[in-house]
């Protein structure tokens, strides 16, 4: 898969070189690339951003650099007229609820672009000219405010990136996870069976396969209608 971030604070993807990431990108399962939106600007200061028509507070991300991004990281590649149309991700808290569904979805793209916005906002027609180059979605990571993209970007290529074959070990990991199977995970014990007079509950120390499925079942069951019983419908 291939993944083109933009963003106007480049180092703070940083991090995704560490770790599973970092070994999927140098075992050429994952194609990641940062780049700074200031290099789509041509006057001196390297301005992206500009005051908003109609009045208001904050400033607004200008189209052109964004455009000239677009137009180069969406381009389909020379000679190939089949390479598919990207998936371009806008974060923002206006967008879709980010969930482990919509990682499954994108985790099957082949090129994913994400514009991360700073200030109050991209201009509108951005959008409207990204959905000529790609699919384009408004994603959000949920119902907060942060000051930009970048920290839910992070948040999504983790969870999208894991889910590429490959890029973690140990494919099993993935199945009996916190929202797979739409229930919160059972708890998990290991060595010593007693730590400061607290037992492990004993049916995992009694070799019954079958009745520690079950226990597990009914303590994801437990746990997701204490903490969250919205998942149970
Ligand atoms: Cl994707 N962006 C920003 N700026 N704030 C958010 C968010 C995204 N998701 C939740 N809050």
């Given at each position: 898969m291939r993944i083109d971030v933009v963003s106007i604070f480049p180092t703070y993807f940083d991090g995704l070189t560490l770790s599973l990431l970092g070994r999927?990108?140098?075992?050429?399962?994952?194609?990641?690339?940062?780049?700074?939106?200031?290099?789509?600007?041509?006057?001196?200061?390297?301005?992206?951003?500009?005051?908003?028509?109609?009045?208001?507070?904050?400033?607004?991300?200008?189209?052109?650099?964004?455009?000239?991004?677009?137009?180069?990281?969406?381009a389909p590649a020379e000679t190939v007229s089949e390479t598919p149309r990207p998936t371009i991700i806008f974060p923002s808290p206006a967008g879709e609820v980010f969930t482990q569904a919509t990682a499954r979805d994108l985790a099957t793209r082949e090129h994913l672009i994400f514009g991360?916005?700073?200030?109050?906002?991209?201009?509108?027609?951005?959008?409207?000219?990204?959905?000529?180059?790609?699919?384009?979605?408004?994603?959000?990571?949920?119902?907060?405010?942060?000051?930009?993209?970048?920290?839910?970007?992070?948040?999504?290529?983790?969870?999208?990136?894991?889910?590429?074959?490959?890029?973690?070990?140990?494919p099993e990991s993935l199945v009996e996870e916190s929202h797979e199977d739409g229930l919160l995970e059972y708890p998990s014990y290991t060595?010593?069976?007693?730590?400061?007079?607290?037992?492990?509950?004993?049916?995992?120390?009694?070799?019954?396969?079958?009745?520690?499925?079950?226990?597990?079942?009914?303590?994801q069951l437990e746990r997701t209608r204490q903490r969250r019983p919205d998942l149970l419908g």
């Open positions: 999927a990108q140098s075992t050429g399962i994952l194609d990641l690339s940062v780049h700074d939106l200031r290099e789509w600007t041509s006057d001196r200061h390297r301005t992206v951003d500009d005051t908003p028509y109609g009045g208001g507070a904050g400033m607004v991300m200008k189209p052109e650099p964004w455009g000239l991004a677009l137009d180069e990281l969406a991360c916005g700073r200030y109050e906002g991209i201009d509108e027609r951005v959008f409207e000219y990204a959905a000529d180059l790609g699919e384009v979605r408004l994603i959000s990571l949920g119902d907060y405010v942060l000051n930009g993209g970048e920290v839910a970007v992070m948040a999504m290529v983790e969870a999208i990136g894991r889910l590429i074959p490959g890029v973690v070990g140990n060595k010593p069976s007693i730590w400061r007079e607290r037992e492990v509950p004993p049916i995992l120390l009694s070799g019954n396969h079958g009745a520690i499925a079950t226990w597990r079942h009914e303590q």
